[in-house]
């Protein structure tokens, strides 16, 4: 079992920036391909990126390159992701996600576990 507490959400105008973290125990997840995904009100939840086990490859949504990065620590088995450029559009509630296997994927049925979600929320 891979526990997953995601951190650093809020209130950020246009422009700004957040780095979100996700911090993992348990059976960590070193080795393993994590992602970020965000679900909006209304709307189902979509990827927004993805690192690979050894941290060598990164998958991105169209949506969020150039503005977005990931990057893991897997000495301090966490997992970030830097948002710059916010848009109100990114408004959501955002979701680590581990997986048991090293590849970065999209889709969010590829994930073995799951955070519990933290607000990002980005005003006009």
């Known amino acids: 079992q891979v526990r997953l507490v995601e951190s650093g959400g809020g209130l950020v105008q246009a422009g700004g920036s957040l780095r979100l973290s996700c911090a993992a125990s348990?059976?960590?997840?070193?080795?393993?391909?994590m992602g970020w995904f965000r679900q909006a009100p209304g709307k189902e939840r979509e990827f927004v990126l993805a690192?690979?086990?050894?941290?060598?490859?990164?998958v991105y949504a169209d949506s969020v390159k150039g503005r977005f990065t990931i990057s893991r620590d897997d000495a301090k088995n966490t997992v970030s992701l830097q948002m710059n450029s916010l848009q109100p559009e990114d408004t959501a509630v955002y979701y680590c996600?581990?997986?048991?296997?090293?590849?970065?994927?999209?889709?969010?049925?590829?994930?073995?576990?799951w955070g519990q979600g933290t607000q990002v929320t980005v005003s006009s």
């Open positions: 996600a581990a997986r048991l296997a090293v590849l970065a994927k999209s889709r969010p049925t590829d994930y073995n576990y």
């Open positions: 348990g059976r960590t997840s070193r080795g393993n391909a």
């Open positions: 690192i690979s086990g050894s941290g060598a490859n990164t």
